[in-house]
Nanobody
Framework: VQLVESGGGLVQPGGSLRLSCEAF????????IGWFRQAPGKEREGVSL????????RYSDSAKGRFTTTRNNPGNIVYLDMNMLQPEDTAVYYC?????????????????WGQGTQVTVSS
């Protein structure tokens, strides 16, 4: 059972990136997939939630209007499209899976985590 993130990198302010979160060893159906991030010296925070049972989404205030989370058709990959990136978005981004579908940013609900992917926004 594993989640693998990809797509991080260096981008200029105002730019865009797409992160991917792929599941290995289990099926995503009925899970809630969360994206979280941790900036240097700060606590990890929730960015977005996607319910794979009904495609409901939720975003943090900092992500609203700029980030979008979606899934591919088979449902084994979840994406985080990030637009209008700013230096304060610099962080390690993690995806995580909540098997029971609580649909909150409470990290204790997420039992499976990816290894993280670095996003750096800098000119």
């Amino acid at each position: 059972v594993q989640l693998v993130e990809s797509g991080g990198g260096l981008v200029q302010p105002g730019g865009s990136l797409r992160l991917s979160c792929e599941a290995f060893g289990f099926f995503f159906h009925d899970y809630v997939i969360g994206w979280f991030r941790q900036a240097p010296g700060k606590e990890r925070e929730g960015v977005s939630l996607l319910s794979l049972s009904d495609n409901s989404v939720r975003y943090s205030d900092s992500a609203k209007g700029r980030f979008t989370t979606t899934r591919n058709n088979p449902g084994n990959i979840v994406y985080l499209d990030m637009n209008m990136l700013q230096p304060e978005d610099t962080a390690v981004y993690y995806c995580a899976a909540d098997r029971y579908g609580y649909f909150t940013f409470d990290e204790t609900n997420f039992r499976t985590w990816g290894q993280g992917t670095q996003v750096t926004v800098s000119s």
